[in-house]
């Protein structure tokens, strides 16, 4: 690796591992006397609960105990916190929505927890479940979130009136309204941002051990996260009110993430529970559907927006509204998603002289929702790439031009926007003619003509997307030389099949000039570091690397010292270099040298005698100092079949600014991923609710539509290299990147090819009936000539 440097398509080193089956999940894990738990869910979206008689169940065989939340109270347990103290326009704190392991007085969703069951196998826990008798007094419910602030509406909670739990702003209001009083026109339009359910490949799971000897009560804790110390922390501080050192966090191999497992769930508590109260480990595996109605969801946003433009077409003012779905409870990020994150790219890559934005989070009888892929960006980005497409045919000009002319230019950088952000780099005139090139945009009215002729709608539709990272604003690494020869990397983030292996690795080889087969990474344990930031907010590549450059200094550092000792020169006199891929010390002028790996295992058997060693073992902590903007523009191409409402993709490219990757082929791979979930919200996925019983109706796979192959085309990646000035590495967060820019780029596309039918917006998703309605009431429009 380290022969070619950084910034190579090296292929994943985790990969073998995973395909062959070698891979290590939270469910694959099972330790002795291991019991199972099952949970009983709320079959109704709002009721009482009048009682709950557990006996029956209690008296099954094989069944260890049947919980709730009087046992939960009992010993003290406190609720699951949402960690965003936002408040609201007018100065007041958000509402609140008390939320617990199990709900105890009154349900609030399909899905909410009424019971524990744990019992000496899966079968027999589920058995009980179906044996605790509830008797539920049903009240009315709301889960549609354009109607739910409405008069009259069912209430969620009575601290919440209208169902709102926060009124928040953001931007210069006074400025924003002065500018659009002068403007020579204001382009208007309501988008939808569909609910979806996130769907890992791997669902959720947790075990739980408690040991009374260690520390005078210990929990430990395997389950599938995104950060193990976040979770640590909730279920200490919040929940069981110990000291975070009673609890040791381990998360294995993780499927899938997207946002959804960061988050602390009533399930940890519940096996963590269970576990002390009956002295053996308890495990609990969530069933697909069982997903549907637990984890997170996401999205679910209906925003009103409104472009200010002078006589120009220049941007002058951008102003929204937003309601944003909170479902029953506060989640742990959940009211930060659509204000604080959102907001902060609402400016894009425009000039705009003004932002104001108004967010209301809104309560319903629904799952909670939260960060999801991109967590308020994609929403953001899909309303300014929708109104502006919807200016340029308002107006008449080109809607590349009408873009061109509003971005900021390269020479403007650093650019501090009007939501106040500073953007260190970028150069978007320049990624924008890359994409349009690569996308033969010029060529598309031949493609067009010859689409009529087959009596299909063909459209082309662009999306500019800005990214904006972020996450914990620090992050730690520790360098180990272990004794099997191995040098282990332990950090602070968790991969959930991103790559994090292969690029910790290529950066540790070139640095410290040791071979990537002999790099071990060692993540997702709480006690083998202080903290760690988790991952999140497209942080982990630029933030865990910064720690991993700031360690490996203080390796070479020791190493010097070491080196100086075993060399019998001068600390002075050594130079260290990493170059061909060995990393050797070596005396200045002279051929007298060792290699890192040798020197380390010097130092350790020196140890090991009980003699006086300088180990190279070190761990720092990085402070991130700035975020990152990654950025880049869509392109899609798609086909109409008027008849039936069928599109289809028939050509997709993307160019990204990531600043310097430090593996493209990675890099490529996250965003062809983030494509196929942002393609999937445009064109199929919708968690739907019954109006009236509140029910999911999507709640398995055979009602809710994944992309799958035939759905999406090749997808071409270009990598355009603008360093971040912010981070020695010059990169930019690419895991969300995929997923913002995909659905504005889709639906523009899809409405330019619907256009001369006389439709000019359809909300996600696009499917074929959405679609044939769209033209139907449009009245068909006339067909074009070939």
Known sequence: MA????????????????????????????????????????????????????????????????????????????????????????????????????????????????????????????????????????????TDLATATEPGQPQVWDAARNNVCFDWEAGDRA????????????TRLRVVNNRVVVASMEARAALALYDEQDRGGRFTLYANTQGSWLVRGLLANAVFRLPEDRFHVITPDVGGGFGMKLFLYPEHVLVCFAARRLRRPVKWT???????????????????????????????????????NMGAYLSTFAPFIPTGAGTKVLASVYGFQAVHARVIGVLTNTVPVDAYRGAG????????????????RELGIDRVELRRRNMVPPDAMPFVTAMGQRYDSGDFPRVLDAALAKADWAGFPARRAEAA???????????????????????????????????????????????????????????????????????????????????????????????ILVTAAAVVEKGKRAASEHLEAAVADIEFSAAGGVGRFAVAGTDRAVDILTLARIQREKAARGEAATQLDAAEQAQIQAHTFPNGCHVAEVEVDPDTGRVEIVRYVVADDFGHPLNPLIA??????????????????????????????????????LPR???????????????CETNPLGVKGAGEAG????????????????????????????????????LAAAGGGARRAA
Not at 377 to 392: F, G
Not at 672 to 679: L, P
Not at 748 to 762: K, M, P, W
Request: glycine content about 10%; proline content about 6%.
């Open 175 to 186: 400025k924003a309204d002065a500018l659009f009083a002068q403007a020579a026109h204001v």
């Open 286 to 324: 969530s069933e697909r559907t069982e997903a549907f109605l637990a984890d997170t969801h996401g999205r679910d946003n209906v925003t009103e927006g409104e472009l200010a433009l002078d006589k120009d077409g220049r941007f002058l003012a951008l102003r929204t509204r937003n309601l944003a």
């Open 668 to 705: 490529r791979g996250q965003v062809h991923g983030g494509v196929a979930q942002g393609v999937g919200q445009a064109m199929l996925e919708r968690a739907a609710y019954d109006p009236d019983s509140g029910q999911l109706l999507s709640a398995s796979f055979m009602d809710y539509a």
């Open 709 to 723: 192959a035939d759905d999406l085309p090749d997808i071409q990646v270009d990598l355009l290299e603008i360093p």
């Open 3 to 142: 022969k070619f440097g950084l910034s190579q398509p090296v292929r994943r080193i985790e990969d073998p591992r995973l395909l062959l089956g070698r891979g290590r999940y939270t469910d694959d894990i099972a330790l002795p006397g291991q019991a199972h738990g099952v949970v009983l869910r709320s079959p109704h979206a709002h009721a009482r609960i009048l009682r709950i008689d557990t006996a029956a169940a209690a008296a099954l065989p094989g069944v260890l105990g049947v919980f709730t939340a009087k046992d939960l109270r009992a010993e003290g347990l406190g609720e699951l916190p949402c960690a965003i103290p936002l408040r609201n326009a007018d100065g007041t704190p958000r509402a609140d929505t008390p939320h617990y392991a199990l709900a105890e007085d009154r349900v609030r969703y399909v899905g909410d927890p009424v019971a524990f069951v744990v019992a000496e196998t899966a079968k027999a826990a589920r058995d009980a479940a179906e044996a605790v008798e509830v008797d539920y007094e049903v009240l009315p419910s709301v």
């Open 453 to 547: 002729r087959r009596g299909r709608r063909r459209g082309i539709g662009l999306a500019y997307y800005l990214e904006a990272t972020g996450g914990d604003p620090t992050e730690r690494a520790a360098v180990r030389f272990a004794a099997d020869g191995m040098v282990e990397v332990v950090v602070g983030t968790q991969s959930t099949g991103q790559g994090h292996e292969t690029a910790y690795a290529m950066l540790t080889s070139h640095e410290l000039g040791i071979p990537m087969e002999k790099i071990r990474i060692v993540q997702g344990d709480s006690d083998s570091l202080p903290s760690g930031g988790g991952t999140g907010g497209a942080r982990s590549l630029y933030s865990e690397g910064q720690a």
């Open 739 to 774: 997923a913002v820019g995909s659905p504005p780029a889709f639906v523009n596309a899809l409405v330019d090819a619907l256009a001369e039918d006389g439709v000019r917006h359809l909300d996600m998703p696009a499917t074929p009936e959405a679609v044939w309605r769209a």
């Open 377 to 392: 960006r994609p929403e953001s980005n899909y309303l300014v790439e929708r109104l502006i497409d919807t200016a340029a």
